[in-house]
C-alpha cells in the first residue's frame, strides 16, 4: 500500500528503504558511514518518487550532520585566486598584464605572505565576475 504524504501517495519503494535505514537524525560517524553507502546506492539507480523522497529527506539528514560535524574550512584568498586562475589558464604574468595588479603581488598573495588591498579585490572580482565576497573568509 502506498504511503501518503499530504495528499500525494508515494510509491511502496519509499517504506521498504525507511524499513532498511530509518529516516533519523545522525548522531555519530557510524550511521554517518551507513547513511552515505545509501545514497551512494540509490544514486546509481533509476529511482521512482518515493525513493527520489527518499533520498531528498536522507541528503538533508547528511548535510545537517556534516555541517555540524565535519565543517569545511574557508578557503584563503591565496587559494581562491589560484582556483580562478586554474580555471581560467591565467599564469601569473598574463593575469597581472590583464588586471594592473603586478606579478610579484600577485605571487605574494598566492603564497600567503601578503593580502589583497579592498581594490584589488574589487579589481579581481570584476575581471573574474564573481562577487568579491568570494576572496573574503565567511
Same mark, same amino acid.
Not at 43 to 67: H, N
Given at each position: 500500500? /502506498?504511503?501518503? $504524504? =499530504? ?5 511502496? $519503494? ?7 535505514? /530509518? ?10 558511514? $551507513?547513511?552515505? =553507502? ?11 518518487? =518515493? ?7 536522507? *541528503? ?17 584568498? =591565496? ?43 574589487? $579589481? ?13 573568509? *565567511?
Amino acid at each position: 500500500m /502506498p504511503v501518503k $504524504t =499530504g495528499s500525494r501517495p508515494l510509491p511502496d $519503494t519509499y517504506l521498504e528503504l525507511i524499513k532498511e535505514f /530509518p529516516l533519523v537524525h545522525i548522531r555519530d560517524n557510524k550511521t554517518m558511514i $551507513t547513511a552515505q =553507502g545509501m545514497i551512494d546506492r540509490l544514486l546509481a539507480k533509476d529511482l521512482d518518487k =518515493g525513493a527520489q523522497q527518499y533520498l531528498d529527506v536522507l *541528503t538533508d539528514l547528511v548535510e545537517k550532520y556534516e555541517d555540524e560535524h565535519e565543517p569545511i574550512p574557508d578557503a584563503s584568498e =591565496g587559494d581562491v585566486l589560484r582556483e580562478l586562475m586554474r580555471a581560467n589558464n591565467l599564469s601569473q604574468m598574463g593575469l597581472a598584464k590583464k588586471v594592473g595588479i603586478s606579478q610579484s603581488t600577485i605571487s605574494a598573495v598566492l603564497n600567503g605572505s601578503r593580502s589583497l588591498t579592498k581594490k584589488q579585490v574589487v $579589481t579581481l572580482a570584476t575581471f573574474f565576475h564573481v562577487a568579491p565576497a568570494a576572496f573574503l573568509p *565567511t
